[in-house]
């Protein structure tokens, strides 16, 4: 029974919270400074401590794929990262304080990822360190170096427990469907400044922040990347087999309208990667063996005419997208396209006479302050004559080779084609040998992993940015099966009976096989 009188209790309460309110109330008189922000941020973390500590996980699957920022963190980093940092720390003490709690161990998948976290923080200190421009550094672009690790360890989060076999469709959409908050930033054209603050949270992108919102001229990459995210979940959720097999045309409609969906972000690479991803995982099923086949070839010619003829009336975002087929589209669009594709050819050939400079020790994530002050000035910008000098200072290279050997040298290069092999085995392993009430999530995630490093060493890739991606999906699919798959040992006695044969026995006159019956012969009448 507690004997603390109830006056002293209320009197604790207002020792602290009335100091508490004064100090918030002073650093709010400025609410869009720094210390402000920052100062309100970790209360409110405080105060959500208990939610975090039962909900992390749950947290982290979700926010990896989200579009949502920590706002009144330095640098405004990604919620996924921040829940990365977060539940690591909570499961790490959880591992501490309880011995039942394991990391789940996949070894031919974590030593390429250490190896991985060795060679970035070997290059950061060998090129200048983790220096934070908000901390009083010269050096600018630090931060892409723990949006890096933070990605890499991503891995170990994820892994920090299974997914409940009872659970793993709920784990699925939290995973695959956190790409539908993007959409929210799109919606900064139509609002009113009384919700200004939730795109603090959710920012917009660059075209619609800035431009005159016109449908069909204005890029809406959140409308085309939220579609992207339910096109993919409907196919780890269903698989192929269940939108076409369906009992009705409802999936079948639905998937097919998120195709042309995605055309309104005007991201050509889209595109491309959910073609990839609609044929390896047609093969994956086997509906290549199937009567799928036939009808599925004349629905695609039927709908190949329909885009040749329609295509041209369709938005302009939506013909840039599907720029890199040799269609007949709007002068514009082709133009915007092809433009786009040509700084980064020119760009591309002016960068790799240096890679050799590079080979052995990589420039690293960071830059001079200098250097980012220059591509600042727009009047310099417009002066220059090659346009995309701002992505060489910044390592945006838009090319995924270029982006590893440039930055962390032949080292990197190593790293990554190891982590590359080892994630693809191991999700080839739990495709083949996982539970089969997982083997439609595992074909995705495989199908996904798969077009995903066809489209980095060969199309568009970033490698600071897209590690997470890569990352994310071993995870996820190590949590889903409890580890890699592995071949199920057959029982002995199958064992048995299939390594040996049978051999003729020679017998010798009057002798009888052993296990025979008595023998006839003296037995006559």
Known sequence: MNSMPASIKI??????????????????????????????????????????LKWHYELLVFSLGSNAVVFFLPGRPKLGLVMVAVSLLISILQRTLQHRSRFIRAPEVTWPIVAMLCMVVATMFLRGGLGFSFMGSRNVGSSRYMMLLLGVMSYFALTAQPIPRQRIFFYTGLFFLGGVTAVVGDLFAFASPAFYPIFLVFPPSMEVRTGEMTFGVTR?????????????????????????YAPTRTRLVVFSALTLLTGLGGFRSIIIGLMLLFCVM???????RTRLVVPLIVVGALTAVLIVALLPKMPMTVQRAFAFLPLEI????????????????EMWKSLWPEVPNYLLLGKGLGFAEADFEAIQN????????????WAVITGDFHNGPLSVILTFGIWGFIAVVWLHIAGLRALL?????????????????????FVQMMMFWFVYGSMYAETIIFVSFLGFSVALNNGVAQPKAESPNVMSLRGTRERPVLLGPGARPAGAGPSLRGRET
């Open 282 to 288: 047609f093969y994956l099923e086997g509906l290549h």
């Open 330 to 345: 709007d002068p514009a669009a082709r133009l915007s396209a092809e433009t786009s594709s040509e700084w980064r050819i």
């Open 378 to 389: 727009i009047e310099l910008a417009a002066r220059s004559p090659d346009h995309w000098v």
């Open 220 to 244: 809406l990459m959140g409308l085309g990347l939220t579609a992207a995210a339910i096109y993919r979940y409907m196919l780890a959720r269903y698989g192929l087999r269940g939108i076409f």
């Open 11 to 52: 009197l604790v309460i207002y020792l602290v919270c009335i100091p508490l309110a004064l100090f918030l109330g002073y650093q709010i008189s400025n609410p869009l400074s720094n210390d402000a922000l920052l100062t309100v941020g970790i209360i409110a973390l405080v105060l959500v401590t208990p939610l975090m």
């Open 429 to 449: 392993r739990n495709y083949r040998y996982g539970d089969p009430e997982v083997r439609t999530i595992n074909t995705f995630v495989l199908t996904v992993y």
